[in-house]
């Protein structure tokens, strides 16, 4: 009994070796060329930082688990997500790059002036992706800034109204125009997004005002309503929560999904509408420093995020857009991204010469809301 026991344990163990193994074999040939030369590299560094203005803590620690075993790169591994303002991501990177010391890897923000600007300075590694030809075609069609081999897309966001029903005077509000946002009903209880120290809210009055609304006359019926100005989407969505200001004309569907899934009961009471004059997509750029202290683990984090699995932790976690064709976002994401079909899509007639816009377009915000 004693050896029929032994004999048995023995051959449970191999099936059990011989599952993992056939099973690590599977996800191996998953993999593309690139994702295995990067993968040694990448052990051997040890390490990799990125530095964004959108991954949000329990994103950052969900991509960190599914990048370490997808690459089998251990629990050693040391994974840094470096989160920051869309001005201040920029505002370091320059500063590494102009110091020639780094402390990031993987630079990612909507910033396309920069991105270009930088890429024509030879400031970033040059990339050889086994995934992104899978994105480039509808980063085309949506009009978005890249420059592969240097610079991709992974993934895009757009500034929506949100606001809570449950609020006094909240209940009957539908946001499908610019022109629900304000108005004597909605005096003290707005926000006004602050241009001075976001490229993405600039953005997305350059591409507005490009499409022929008028942002200038818009702004002087927003001051009308008494709004506070604030800049950070996190620190917005809680005044919107606690009804201390009700409606955020630009905020992000993203972090509605995320707040409630801290706090269910919150679905019933946060919405979310669009704008008919068109949503501006603001494709997030992202690339590899050259000097970086880990290049190899930098290049394989762009490679994962590019891929389906990383596309799912980015879109799971932050309810953002992916260009990926024939993509389908997980199904606890889907309520909170509207169809890209549906919607009117707008972008900036050269993203790069927009940058020379911001000062004037600034300049019209800070007249109303100094």
Partial sequence: MKRRAWSFAASLAAAVAAAFVSAAALHAADLTPQEKALIPLAKKEGAVTIINPLFSDETATRMAEAFKKRYGLGDGFKFNNLRKGTGATVAQVRQEIQAGRFTVDVHMVSDPGFFDEAAKHGAFEKLDSGYWKNHEELARKAGQYFNYPYVVVPLAYTFQ???????????????????????????????????????????????????????????????????????RSEPKMQMVITCQRPLDMWNLAGRVYQNVLKEPKLAKVLKIGYYKEGQVMLGNQMAVLKGAP?????????????????????????????????????????????????????????????????????????????
């Avoid at 602050?194 to 997305?204: A, M, P, V």
């Avoid at 199904?331 to 000062?359: I, S, T």
């Fill in 161 to 231: 109204p949100v606001w809570n029903a449950s609020c006094p005077g909240m209940d009957k509000l539908s946001v499908t125009s610019y022109a629900d946002v304000v108005g004597t009903a909605l005096i003290g209880k707005t926000i006004s997004s602050d241009l001075t120290k976001s490229s993405t809210y600039t953005n997305t009055a350059i591409g507005l005002t490009e499409s022929g609304f008028d942002m200038k006359g818009f702004w002087a019926k927003l001051k009308a309503t008494n709004p506070i100005v604030e800049f």
């Fill in 294 to 370: 880990h290049p190899n683990a930098g290049k394989l984090l762009v490679e994962f995020l590019l891929s389906k699995e990383g596309t799912d932790v980015t879109v799971k976690g932050e309810a953002v857009y992916s260009f990926m064709k024939g993509y389908k976002p997980p199904a606890e994401a889907q309520p909170y991204l509207f169809d890209l079909a549906e919607r009117k899509l707008l972008g900036e007639k050269d993203w790069v010469a927009a940058r020379k816009q911001f000062d004037p377009v600034r300049d019209d915000w800070t007249k109303e809301f100094k």
